[in-house]
């Protein structure tokens, strides 16, 4: 069943035909970039619905995994989400202003500052996550349990071959 990519990828051949083999990896990123993008905007609608953008949820979402007291410092948040420093302070501003965080001093390191889920972020990113564990059900509702074993695999089994900003830091 051909899609546009492979349409694109035709056009590579006819007019440089000395790329060969090698236009398999550009219908492969192709392909993970439109996944990326299609299935980026379904889950930003759910997430919406809730009042957060995906970025927002993320950081709430690592805060609820952390466990009790759901408290994380802002260089192991922007390690975890492959954040700068920059863009995670941006996001713990927007969710502190909406009441969803917390920042204080912390008392083992004075320099440094816990970042805690507020109870308001708790009962969002609760709210949220059912939905939106649903909706990436739905997504993958094309392929059959095997199959998102396989791609699972492989995805886990690329990401390993690959330099990773957030461990190399």
């Known amino acids: 069943m051909p899609d546009e990519i492979d349409g694109f990828i035709e056009q590579w051949r006819d007019e440089r035909p000395d790329l060969g ?6 219908a492969l990123f192709g392909r993970l970039g439109r996944l ?8 930003e609608e759910v997430l919406l619905r809730h009042g957060l953008t ?3 949820f993320d950081v709430l979402a690592a805060l609820r995994r952390a466990g009790a007291p759901f408290t994380l410092t802002p260089t192991v948040l922007a390690r975890t989400l492959m954040l700068s420093p920059g863009a995670m302070t941006n996001r713990l ?8 965080v917390t920042r204080s001093v912390d008392p083992g390191n004075r320099r440094s500052t816990l970042v805690t ?3 308001a972020g708790r009962t969002t990113v609760d709210g949220a996550v059912g939905e939106h564990l ?3 059900v739905r997504l993958l509702g094309g392929l059959t349990a095997a199959q998102r074993r ?6 886990r089994l690329l990401l390993a071959t690959l330099p ?5 830091r």
């Open 21 to 26: 083999a090698d236009l398999e990896a550009m």
């Open 36 to 43: 990326a993008a299609v299935a980026g905007a379904a889950i």
């Open 54 to 56: 995906t970025g927002e």
């Open 93 to 100: 501003d927007r969710l502190e202003r909406a009441g969803l």
């Open 117 to 119: 889920l507020a109870a």
């Open 134 to 136: 649903a909706n990436e």
């Open 150 to 155: 396989t791609l699972d695999e492989l995805l």
């Open 164 to 168: 990773d900003p957030a461990r190399q």
